[in-house]
């Protein structure tokens, strides 16, 4: 039986009302009906199974966009960060992020959120103590003392915050509320680390607040410790940890946040699954399942399945870089023992869209041509897909991960029919296909109408790169220097943080070249020139662009004169931010490109 189907009899068998041996209580008696079946569900996964989750939409945009997957649990944050505290961006910011969950369970996922609470007393606080990211202390002692301004404040915080958790109430969406998280680390306000009891006293009353008087009965608790209690090296200190612990009657599911960090004796997650992380928490809050809510990436997924520990989830808080290398990425969400979201089941919902992905061609991928073939994995949780179309986005190539809905719908909304495949496998040919750079998607309805959109993947069509895969050098970041031609739009070069710098690659003999694509993170290059040189020293001007502004990065596509040339070398002269150096996914070299409607010429 696969995964997808063992999920699916789960949850088919816990909607009609078959619970799994030893369900999790909840603390709350009146969860809803759609809560207390993701619940049921994730207590049917503990020890069998793990689920993948991350942090952000863009970082689920970017799993899905390297995997062609979602992740089955998607973290984002209730508070508006942007100061006034409840000013007008403020409020647009919470908003924005109430929407997002609202999307992720409609979509068939499952929502986690945490809340970066600012300083109650300071309209341009931020939740963090020291300087120069903190704004300094506040009294718990006095938070949880009603009659005191720090207790007006922090009930104002929690009944304003209410209402946006209310909206998702009204929506049917179960939120996996993760409050005051990293509650022992000693860098957020909320942390009291002479009485740490004072803290648990505020976890007991946000619950009362909000479950007796507010009756947020799709919130499921729960609690985060941090990768170090207090002060000092030792990372146990478990006596200390369980003073903070509100008591096993207001926490749903328990877990750590862990980063991998060698003073503190946690490993490198390609080593580690973090056992040692997952007894201090059994001792904090015995007897509650356990996950894994923050970390730098997912711990090695095949220890896992050997031995464990069995989190319930790991939630890696960003994307890409060495952290979280898009290698990683594709080993972990494409795991047979993590769960992503189109192997959930449905949990309640009335129906949700068909899970899609494109499987053929590959993102990034060059494809001879002039045949393509064109092939997608569809399903439906609770009905039938009879057909998957194949669409041609009107664009160049961008970094599609880093665009919100609004963005991509629109792009979507004007693409056009190159095929259409009918069962499994859906499989189609995309036959006389003009050389050029194309981004594909593919489209699926469920029986009752309900459609999905799947991963776009970006291919270049008879052409060839004469610059993949070959030696590359660069003025900083050598290190990274080879990504810039490894062919993998989600690895980069990325230099130091100053101006100029440069990128070159040796096409291994004369060729000629009549043209290039830089695809940019947004780290990108506002001033840069192309150059071409026979010999790495001497270089000639082809391509100048003074005023890039592009803030997502996305591509150039450069056509210039052909000449022959063994090396090209972009030089940038000036960065196009304030926060980065140069980074590059790709440098990419071509005898020519073709005129077309879409591959955009550079600035």
């Not at 009659?147 to 998702?168: F, I, K, N, P």
């Not at 020293?537 to 592009?550: E, G, I, L, M, Y």
Request: charged share 20%; net charge positive.
């Amino acid at each position: 039986m696969s995964r997808r189907l063992q999920c699916a009899c789960l949850g088919a068998a816990m909607l009609a009302g078959v619970l799994p041996a030893e369900a999790i209580e909840p603390v709350n008696g009146d969860l809803i009906p759609e809560a207390r079946a993701v619940l049921d569900y994730l207590q049917g996964v503990y020890g069998k199974q793990t689920l993948a989750g991350v942090s952000g939409t863009a970082n689920a945009e970017a799993v899905r966009t390297i995997t062609g997957r979602y992740p089955a649990v998607l973290a984002v944050d209730v508070s508006g960060w942007n100061s006034p505290t409840w000013g007008r961006s403020y409020r647009g910011v919470a908003q924005g992020y109430v929407d997002q969950a609202k999307a992720w369970w409609a979509a068939g996922g499952i929502v986690t959120m945490q809340f970066h609470w600012k300083n109650p007393l300071k309209p341009d606080g931020r939740a963090w103590v020291r300087p120069p990211k903190g704004t300094g202390p506040f009294d718990v002692g006095k938070a949880v003392t009603p009659g005191t301004a720090e207790h007006e404040a922090v009930m104002r915080d929690l009944r304003l915050t209410a209402e946006y958790l209310r909206q998702l109430l009204d929506a049917r969406v179960p939120v996996l509320w993760r409050p005051l998280h990293e509650i022992d680390g000693g860098w957020f306000w909320w942390t009291d680390g002479e009485k740490p009891e004072n803290t648990a006293a505020l976890w007991r009353m946000m619950f009362d607040y909000y479950v007796k008087d507010r009756k947020l009965h799709n919130l499921i608790w729960v609690y985060s410790a941090a990768l170090k209690c207090l002060q000092g090296k030792d990372v146990e200190k478990i006596e200390t940890r369980k003073r903070f612990y509100p008591g096993a009657r207001y926490v749903d599911i328990s877990g750590i946040d862990i980063y991998a960090n060698s003073y503190y004796g946690w490993g490198d997650y390609r080593k580690d699954t973090y056992r040692r992380a997952f007894r201090i928490m059994e001792q904090v809050s015995p007897g509650k399942v356990l996950a894994l809510c923050e970390s730098g990436a997912i711990p090695n997924p095949d220890m896992l399945a050997a031995a464990g520990p069995p989190w319930l989830y790991c939630l890696p808080w960003f994307v890409g870089g060495k952290a979280n290398s898009a290698d990683w990425v594709r080993t972990c969400y494409t795991h047979r023992h993590l769960i992503t979201r189109d192997e959930l089941p449905a949990l309640g919902r009335r129906n949700t869209p068909p899970c899609v992905r494109m499987t053929s061609p590959a993102d990034g991928a060059g494809v001879k041509g002039p045949a393509v073939r064109l092939q997608a994995e569809a399903h439906d949780r609770d009905g039938k897909v009879p057909k998957v179309e194949f669409r041609l986005l009107p664009s160049s190539w961008k970094n599609w991960f880093l665009r919100d809905r609004q963005d991509r719908a629109e792009v979507v909304g004007k693409s056009i029919l190159i095929g259409t495949a009918a069962g499994t496998p859906f499989s189609c040919s995309w036959r006389s296909v003009p050389a050029g750079f194309y981004n594909l998607i593919a489209v699926a309805a469920d029986d009752k109408g309900a459609a999905a959109e799947s991963n776009i993947v970006r291919v270049a069509v008879g052409m060839e790169n004469l610059a993949l895969g070959r030696a590359v050098r660069a003025s900083s970041g050598e290190e990274t220097a080879s990504l810039a031609t490894d062919g993998d739009f989600f690895t980069a070069w990325s230099s130091k943080k100053s101006d100029p710098q440069w990128v070159q690659v040796d096409l291994g003999s004369p060729r000629v070249v009549g043209g290039v694509v830089l695809l940019w993170s947004k780290a990108y290059a506002r001033s840069y020139s192309v150059q071409l040189s026979t010999d790495a020293n001497q270089w000639a001007d082809v391509h100048s662009c003074q005023s890039k502004r592009d803030r997502l990065g996305d591509s150039d596509a450069i056509r210039f004169a052909p000449a022959t040339a063994r090396y090209v070398r972009l030089h940038a002269t000036q960065r196009g931010t304030t926060w980065g150096g140069c980074s590059l996914y790709e440098l990419q070299a071509y005898e020519s490109i073709p005129e077309g409607k879409w591959p955009s010429s550079a600035p």
